[in-house]
């Protein structure tokens, strides 16, 4: 207990932040009329910054009710476009007439569907045939070039070749004749 008394602190009271300045100040000297001045400025200060937090603290009576039908609202909202939504997909097959109409109305989309993608495939497996043909074609076309292109060189070539054979042919069979002269020559100069 004190303990407790000892600190002066906890049994001072909470003056607004101007009076406990002016209450140290007293000791100063001042005259009691400014002291007096002073300390009520210092209170229509407090009451101000007082009056001002009270005013942003405490919210206004439309805004607690629109926050309090908000949280009302929104779950109940939510769980009538849930049922809505259950409803519109429950609805259709109900009775036997409305489900073979769905039914019905399910397959037509399935059938289109389906068309749709063959067309697609036959669309697409015609491109590629086109292509694949255009493709072997273009290749056959290179390959008979090449081919003709190689058989020309080939043909060049063996002429040629043919013809330097030919030549040299020639040309050693005249070395050899002009040589049989010679020695046939020398032989009938000899005798």
Do not use: C
Request: glycine letters at 4%; hydrophobic letters at 30%; zero cysteines.
């Amino acid at each position: 207990m004190f303990a407790t008394l000892a600190h002066f602190s906890l049994l001072e009271p909470d003056y607004p932040k101007g009076l406990k300045t002016h209450m140290a100040s007293r000791s100063n000297g001042s005259s009691p009329k400014t002291q007096a001045k002073r300390t009520k400025t210092n209170a229509k200060r407090t009451a101000g910054s007082a009056g001002r937090t009270a005013k942003a603290a405490a919210p206004e009576k439309g805004q607690v009710q629109t926050i309090a039908e908000t949280a009302v609202d929104v779950p109940v909202g939510t769980v009538l476009s849930v049922a809505d939504r259950l409803s519109d997909l429950v609805d259709p097959w109900t009775d036997r007439r409305s489900a073979e109409k769905q039914v019905k109305a399910y397959r037509t989309r399935v059938e289109r569907t389906l068309k749709r993608a063959e067309r697609r495939g036959t669309t697409a497996r015609r491109k590629a045939t086109t292509e694949a043909k255009r493709t072997r074609t273009r290749v056959e076309r290179e390959a008979r070039k090449r081919q003709r292109t190689v058989e020309t060189t080939l043909k060049r070539n063996r002429n040629d070749a043919e013809q330097r054979v030919r030549k040299a042919i020639d040309e050693q069979s005249t070395r050899a004749q002009d040589l049989v002269d010679q020695v046939t020559e020398q032989i009938s100069a000899l005798r």
